[in-house]
């Protein structure tokens, strides 16, 4: 099986301040951010599983249009996340890349992807999307995120 992305749909940076990173991306040309969070406390988010387990998650976010490529800005404002994690591992820049998939169903896209990187790292429901993480750095260099939209 081969999956066809359209495009480079968004590029995630994990930073230590949401605010100073804003900043720096409007003044390379970013729209404007939308700031929310991530949050099981908030209640902005469903069930997330970290490495298979249920957790909790505490982050600020936020997004941006960038030449037709969304910039999204992830700040952990706990010491339990995957950004968190890796803050320590690798300081701030480049966390994941998320392709535009949108006409492959999610648990077809999940299982291609299973197939060649292993268990998601992180997955879930957010506030809109249904999500998961897969540590594609030996082959690509970075975490791929795969996305659509919340189920009903």
Same mark, same amino acid.
């Given at each position: 099986?081969?999956?066809?992305?359209? %495009?480079?749909?968004?590029?995630?940076?994990?930073?230590?301040?949401?605010? %100073?990173?804003?900043?720096?991306?409007?003044?390379?040309?970013? =729209?404007?951010?939308?700031?929310?969070?991530?949050?099981?406390? %908030?209640?902005?988010?469903?069930?997330?599983?970290?490495? =298979?387990?249920?957790?909790?998650?505490?982050?600020?976010?936020?997004?941006? @249009?960038?030449?037709?490529?969304?910039?999204?800005?992830?700040?952990?404002?706990? @010491?339990?996340?995957?950004?968190?994690?890796?803050?320590?591992?690798? =300081?701030?820049?480049?966390?994941?890349?998320?392709?535009?998939?949108?006409?492959?169903?999610?648990?077809?896209?999940?299982?291609?992807?299973?197939? %060649?990187?292993?268990?998601?790292?992180?997955?879930?429901?957010?506030?809109?999307?249904?999500?998961?993480?897969?540590?594609?750095?030996?082959?690509?260099?970075?975490?791929?995120?795969?996305?659509?939209?919340?189920?009903?």
């Amino acid at each position: 099986m081969k999956i066809a992305a359209k %495009r480079l749909k968004q590029v995630g940076m994990v930073v230590t301040d949401i605010d %100073r990173a804003i900043e720096h991306w409007s003044g390379l040309g970013a =729209g404007e951010f939308r700031k929310f969070f991530l949050s099981s406390s %908030r209640g902005t988010c469903g069930p997330v599983f970290k490495n =298979g387990q249920p957790h909790q998650i505490e982050s600020s976010m936020a997004v941006a @249009d960038f030449n037709g490529v969304q910039i999204e800005l992830m700040q952990p404002l706990d @010491d339990q996340s995957i950004y968190y994690d890796f803050l320590q591992e690798c =300081g701030e820049g480049l966390h994941h890349l998320c392709f535009d998939t949108d006409d492959i169903p999610f648990d077809e896209l999940n299982a291609y992807m299973k197939d %060649r990187y292993g268990d998601p790292i992180f997955n879930g429901i957010g506030a809109l999307t249904q999500f998961a993480y897969y540590d594609c750095r030996k082959k690509m260099g970075s975490f791929v995120e795969i996305v659509t939209k919340k189920p009903e």
